[in-house]
């Protein structure tokens, strides 16, 4: 059932680079193993996000959280079982793939083996009847946009990960799609091609500004790094989005704390003007958490100094050096305190403690964020 | 297997040679010496002669090699066509009806080919599908016999083929046929051009179906072999098997070459 907002299916070739169009996810679900009989298994629940056009949109989560098949549900490779996507405000939701307009990179590119890379990326312009004359220009294109303009006769085979993977980039641009999926698009490179990587996609972002990107991840760094906003998924569900800051500075839930950078999380109670860790005071913003409740402190290691608050009205924590591990810039320790243990990562150390030192650790107030417990785990918030 | 000292390989070697020598080469060894036999009683072929091959160059034995080839090639292009077509759509198929299709393919393998042929000769004896005593009956033949191994190679090469290929063909907007066309295809051609190989090569040895159908005008060379054979000319016999399996391998091999200038991965 098309949308009312849904514009006429487009025909022929496009032309012109595709207007700017955003990806919506209107209550999405999907289920295998429906006709399987026995065990239908929702890998994605109730997914609702919307993608701004030009915006680079971030799926992070944990292996099996259901990120490819989010991406596979816009591509059109599975059928939600309830719930619409819509592109650029169309509903796409019975449309079959090859209809949808959209660049896709898939976890192992794909390429095809039997192709050179000009004729991989001349791929989807002549399957959709692109003019012939204008074909060899196009590909030029996206083969010097991803720097790969001098291998355009080798095979797949002849290239190495990173360049084979540039090439399924330039093969999903040539056709100029205005939303892009890149499925873990770094994860088969090593640590330092991916960086480089990394930055050519921000800097080919900004020669694309209006198409628009879903890039699912389940690496915080590359999320961080790239995205506008980021989707954090679990377990079939939708559990925050926000700016990357927001994320990191305020997460709702313990999991997008814990996910998105590190976290201490410690077990409180919420008292009136603070909360109680381990039968002791602290002082932390509680906003509308009602005083009784228990809730989730959420600390960032590096906000985390040492030795007793320098600060009046600071907050300190006493306890036992369990682990020291240098880190060059950083040293991080691990110190029990209150039955937990609570990571600090300060600048070196000219001498650091020895293991089994009491010492004490301190955090400002404003530091610290509050996760009420039984927060609606999956709700979204509004940039 | 766990083989580390240099000698124990070599004596594992020396046993495979012992082994599948005899059983693979000999026989083809002994059919070449017996074509060129003038007489054969003693350890060795006696009075070497050419005159089976001159013999051969005489008769009929060329008209009934292309009879064979041309069987063969038809043969295993039907079958290919009907085996990668079916393989084809029972992809799309439940569970059941694709098992239902397997075990369809597996019933030429699995009845003995006289069976075969005596049920084409009954079920194609009366108007309006009279076709007893016409080369296409063999064919049909050889076509149901082989059809099995065109089909299953098909079926294995497409379950080891990566969706992946065919889905960022689609993303990139081509169509069903098209994807068919320019990814799926060339990427089965290796195993399409190995299960044609194998058709042909198991139709030009076809004997049992074929000896229940063939007219005298379509007469393929097994028969020819079995006829001299059968009649005691068995040094003229092992000439024809040796230009049989001479062609045979000549297809093949050309068949690979196909094959290699195909292999990209
Ligand atoms: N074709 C499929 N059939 C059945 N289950 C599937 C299929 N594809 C994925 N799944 C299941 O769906 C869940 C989510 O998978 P996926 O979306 O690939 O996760 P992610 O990409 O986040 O690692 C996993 O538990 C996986 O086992
Ligand atoms: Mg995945």
Redesign the interface.
């Known amino acids: 059932m098309p949308a009312p907002t849904a514009a006429p299916a487009r025909t022929g070739p496009p032309a012109a680079p595709a207007p700017a169009s955003g990806i919506r996810f209107d209550d999405v679900t999907v289920a295998y193993g429906r006709?399987g009989g026995h065990g239908e298994h929702t890998v994605l629940d109730s997914f609702d996000l919307t993608v701004e056009p030009g915006e680079v949109m971030a799926l992070l989560g944990p292996s099996g959280s259901g990120k490819t098949t989010a991406l596979r549900a816009v591509?059109?490779?599975v059928r939600p079982v309830r719930g619409r996507v819509l592109i650029g405000g169309r509903d796409v939701t019975d449309l079959?793939?090859?209809?949808?307009?959209?660049?896709?990179v898939?976890q192992?590119y794909?390429l095809?083996?039997?192709m050179k890379v000009a004729e991989n990326v001349a791929?989807?312009l002549k399957?959709?009847k692109a003019p012939r004359t204008e074909i060899p220009g196009r590909v030029a294109e996206a083969l010097e946009m991803t720097g790969m303009a001098g291998y355009a006769d080798r095979?797949p085979?002849e290239l190495s990960g990173g360049q084979q993977q540039r090439v399924a980039i330039a093969?999903?641009l040539a056709?100029r799609p205005g939303v892009l999926?890149l499925d873990e698009p770094l994860s088969a490179l090593d640590a330092r091609l991916r960086s480089g990587m990394l930055a050519e996609l921000a800097r080919l972002h900004r020669e694309l500004p209006d198409v628009s990107i879903l890039y699912v991840t389940h690496d915080q760094v590359e999320a961080l790094t790239l995205a506008d906003r980021i989707a954090v998924l679990d377990q079939a569900r939708l559990r925050d989005c926000g700016t990357p800051q927001q994320l990191y500075r305020s997460p709702r839930t313990a999991f997008t704390a814990s996910f998105v950078g590190t976290a201490n999380l410690l077990p409180v109670t919420v008292r009136r003007d603070g909360v109680e860790f381990a039968g002791r005071p602290l002082t932390v913003p509680v906003g509308e958490a009602a005083p009784g409740a228990t809730a989730t402190l959420c600390v960032r290691p590096h906000l985390i100094g040492l030795g007793a608050s320098p600060a009046p009205g600071g907050n300190t924590l006493r306890g036992t050096v369990t682990e020291l591990q240098w880190r060059g810039a950083t040293h991080r320790l691990y110190v029990a305190a209150g039955g937990h243990r609570i990571m600090a990562d300060v600048r070196e150390l000219r001498e650091p403690p020895a293991l089994g030192t009491d010492i004490a650790l301190h955090f400002a107030p404003e530091d610290a964020v509050l996760i009420p417990a039984g927060l609606a785990a999956d709700g979204a918030r509004h940039a | 297997m766990l083989v580390h000292s240099a000698s124990a390989r070599r004596a594992l070697r020396a046993a495979f040679f012992l082994l599948f020598l005899p059983v693979f080469a000999l026989p083809l060894l002994v059919i070449a010496a017996a074509s060129f036999a003038g007489g054969w009683s003693g350890a060795l072929p006696s009075h070497l002669t050419l005159t089976h091959y001159q013999d051969l160059a005489r008769g009929s034995t060329v008209t009934a090699l292309l009879t064979s080839v041309l069987t063969a090639l038809a043969a295993s292009a039907a079958a290919l066509t009907a085996g990668t077509w079916a393989a084809l759509a029972a992809q799309g198929l439940?569970r059941r009806a694709r098992r239902l299709l397997d075990a369809l393919f597996l019933l030429p393998v699995a009845v003995p080919s006289v069976v075969v042929g005596l049920s084409l000769l009954v079920a194609f004896s009366r108007p309006p599908f009279l076709l007893n005593g016409t080369p296409q009956i063999v064919i049909i033949a050889h076509t149901v016999l082989v059809t099995a191994f065109a089909y299953q190679s098909v079926t294995a090469a497409l379950s080891r083929l990566?969706p992946?290929?065919e889905?960022?063909?689609?993303?990139?907007?081509?169509?069903?046929a098209?994807v068919l066309w320019?990814?799926r295809m060339?990427?089965l051609?290796p195993s399409l051009t190995a299960a044609a190989g194998l058709c042909f090569a198991l139709s030009m040895g076809e004997l049992s179906a074929t000896m229940m159908l063939y007219p005298p005008d379509w007469m393929p060379l097994p028969v020819q072999i079995f006829a001299a054979t059968d009649r005691g000319a068995l040094f003229t016999g092992a000439a024809l098997a040796v230009a049989l399996m001479a062609t045979t391998l000549l297809v093949l091999a050309g068949v690979a070459r196909i094959r290699t200038r195909?292999g990209?991965?």
């Open positions: 006709h591509a059109g490779f079959p793939p090859y209809k949808r307009g959209i660049g896709m898939v192992q794909a095809f083996p039997h791929f989807g399957a959709q095979y085979r093969r999903a056709i999926l | 439940g990566d992946a290929y889905q960022s063909a689609a993303g990139l907007g081509a169509r069903p098209y320019r990814v060339p990427l051609l195909a990209y991965r």
